[in-house]
């Protein structure tokens, strides 16, 4: 063979290895087809810290008139924002009656989170805007099917007809649900909306990508594919639905939004939004939900204070940050989250995100206020490849209200496994009393995997906390099958109040405590009953994980036990200053939080330094400045924050 032979080969195999086989931190201890690359999750090199403050006509209409501009006046500066600028509101209380639209490539920007105020009285839709919608599914308008290439860790396809696709432009990737794994069919019954098209919900699972060049029906673009689409039988076509981005590079700062309980369906919509960001935003209550991002790409959430909520019960909105539809790449990073209905949602197919170093506290269920509900959730056919890590929550639940999920990582947490709750625990706004709670003692599980997920990866967590030993009052589950004791699987019994488990596998999320019905449940290609729970409970791949009730670390045998800091970040971020890093794990000695209990394994996170060293306002509420916590800065606000708005009369049609 000549040189020119061996050059060609060399770049035939460097194009057609996958861009993901290059060493990732999770190396050797996660099987690779559950895995994928999460170094670049959230806006790509950072989120761009602005300077130039808009200076057109419109903008400074609305800065003269400061905090008694109008509506229309804020949406004009938007609207006239050059690429690149800042809309700079000044201190004060703004009346916000509907929604501030944020375009793409401009920034929001209040002067801080105790000084620029958001008194939001709209009636629906959102406070602020970025995007506009999402992707308009509809396999005969927008979508083309996939002829070859959807294979893992794929840069490209070829595709039916490209009419409509060009660079810069998105694909929805989607295939034929697999009953092997995918399912939108359980005890809740059938989730025909879990994939946003009109199609009933067939397609659940999949990801976006951004085209980067289109040559005839070839398709190129980024990130590689995490899996393969159409590939297994009865799954094809696979589909490239194609859409323009809502707005790109749009993003909101440094400014708190004060709701009023009024009708919004969510404080912050991001709809279609590739590159768009909140950040240091202090969300004081929501009427809805504090943030839903459907159809994202690439999105960043993160030095955020959500707090409170008019909803404490599931329906239409959650009081929750949800990533919905096939939000793809999105970092929830350093955020708090404090009494909410559930805190971080991942739902409808929402593939390869990042959730990382977030704090959830005294979240509660107005109708059952002693049941330990989900700091972070997955809910809904069909989230896959996403990963958690570095939080502290009370649990994580891959619940089985809606469907199937699979290929999630959770990694180094710790969850409490019980919450404090400080009344009253009702809807509405009202003075919190923190100088009296109680914990939680209900559904005490640190994961709960239900049993229509499979493939999940959970190592290096902490489970459990003194509040649980306390709360655990009737014992802690250390009698499963070896290795992990502390794990109990369906159809096993498991107790609902005052038990302990550090890991719930198989079961249904709906209080089948026992098992029975997932017993009996049907489903797969046998459409058999109990098919779920072995594909559950079969799964699972467990390492390296602490718990109150086994007091040890437990190891899966062939595995490393050197682990990573991280699986997403080579290096500690500057945001974690003096705190320990990795801040727990396995490996972790010396740890602060609940010594004893948890063996050193534990330091505070971050955001849990935040929340735990800010005052509160006579309402039990956070005085929350990032400014302070997270850069070391005197505070923005040296005469306190302004008055909540007052006098205002509001009526609800």
């Not at 469907?403 to 709750?421: E, K, V, W």
């Not at 602060?592 to 306002?617: F, K, M, N, Q």
């Amino acid at each position: 063979m000549n040189r020119k032979q061996l050059l060609l080969l060399s770049i035939f195999f460097a194009l057609m290895i996958p861009s993901v086989s290059h060493a990732q931190a999770w190396s050797g201890i996660l099987n690779p087809a559950r895995a994928i690359d999460w170094s670049k999750a959230g806006v790509p090199g950072g989120i761009p810290n602005r300077s130039t403050v808009c200076a057109t006509t419109a903008c400074a209409t609305a800065t003269s008139a400061g905090a008694k501009a109008t509506l229309a006046q804020l949406n004009a500066a938007l609207a006239s924002c050059p690429s690149g600028d800042v809309v700079l509101l000044a201190a004060g209380t703004y009346n916000i009656t509907g929604t501030l639209s944020v375009p793409s490539n401009c920034t929001l920007r209040g002067a801080g989170t105790l000084q620029t105020i958001l008194n939001a009285t709209g009636r629906s839709g959102a406070v602020i805007q970025m995007g506009n919608g999402g992707v308009p599914y509809s396999p005969v308008a927008t979508s083309t099917n996939i002829t070859s290439g959807a294979t893992a860790g794929s840069s490209s396809i070829v595709v039916a007809s490209a009419s409509g696709i060009s660079t810069g432009t998105y694909l929805a990737i989607s295939e034929l649900n697999d009953p092997a794994y995918v399912t939108i069919t359980t005890p809740s019954g059938v989730c025909g909306w879990c994939d946003g098209s009109s199609d009933g919900g067939a397609r659940a699972r999949g990801q976006i990508v951004e085209v980067t060049g289109v040559s005839g029906t070839t398709v190129r673009f980024s990130p590689p594919l995490y899996t393969n689409y159409g590939v297994a039988t009865g799954t094809a076509p696979a589909l490239a639905t194609y859409f323009q981005a809502g707005a790109k590079y749009a993003g909101v700062e440094s400014l708190q939004v004060y709701a009023n309980g009024t009708g919004y369906a969510q404080t912050f919509n991001l709809g279609g939004c590739a590159y768009c960001w909140i950040k240091e935003v202090f969300d004081n209550y929501t009427d809805g939900d504090h943030v839903d991002v459907y159809w994202g790409y690439h999105d960043e959430i993160r030095d955020n204070y959500f707090s409170n909520a008019y909803i404490h019960s599931p329906g239409t909105a959650d009081s929750d940050v949800s990533l919905l539809d096939k939000t793809s790449g999105t970092l929830i990073e350093n955020n708090i989250l404090e009494r909410l209905h559930v805190g971080i949602m991942i739902s409808w197919g929402a593939a390869g995100n990042v959730i990382a170093y977030n704090y959830s506290y005294g979240n509660f269920d107005a109708s059952g206020v002693m049941a330990i509900l989900a700091s972070i959730g997955m809910h809904g056919a069909h989230p896959q490849f996403n990963l958690f890590e570095g939080n502290v929550a009370n649990n994580i639940t891959m619940d089985s209200f809606w469907g199937s999920g699979s290929n999630n990582t959770i990694f180094r947490n710790q969850f409490r496994a019980t919450d404090t709750l400080a009344a009253p625990m009702s809807a509405g706004r009202n003075p919190v009393n923190w100088s009296s709670t109680q914990l939680a003692t209900q559904q005490m599980f640190g994961i709960t995997d239900s049993f229509p997920h499979t493939n999940a990866n959970s190592v290096g967590n902490v489970l459990g906390s003194a509040d649980a030993l306390t709360g655990a009052s009737s014992g802690r589950y250390n009698t499963g099958a070896g290795p992990f004791t502390s794990t109990v699987v369906a159809p096993g019994t498991r107790n609902y109040e005052y038990w302990f488990y550090g890991t719930s596998v198989g079961f249904d999320t709906g209080g089948d405590s026992s098992g029975a019905i997932v017993a009996s449940w049907p489903g797969g290609p046998s459409n058999s009953a109990g098919y779920w729970i072995g594909k559950a409970a079969g799964s699972i791949f467990q390492h390296g994980n602490f718990d109150i009730a086994s007091k040890s670390v437990i190891w899966n045998s062939g595995t490393t036990q050197a682990l990573p800091a991280s699986f997403y970040r080579t290096s500690k971020p500057s945001w974690f200053g003096n705190t320990p890093w990795p801040a727990m794990g396995p490996d972790v000695t010396g740890g602060t939080v609940d010594g004893s209990a948890l063996d050193g394994h534990v330091y505070s996170i971050p955001a849990e330094v935040c929340y735990d060293s800010t005052a509160r306002d006579g309402n039990g509420i956070k005085l929350f400045d990032p400014s302070v916590c997270y850069y070391g800065s005197s505070s923005s606000n040296s005469n306190g924050p302004p008055a909540p708005p007052t006098g205002i009369t509001i009526t609800i049609n």
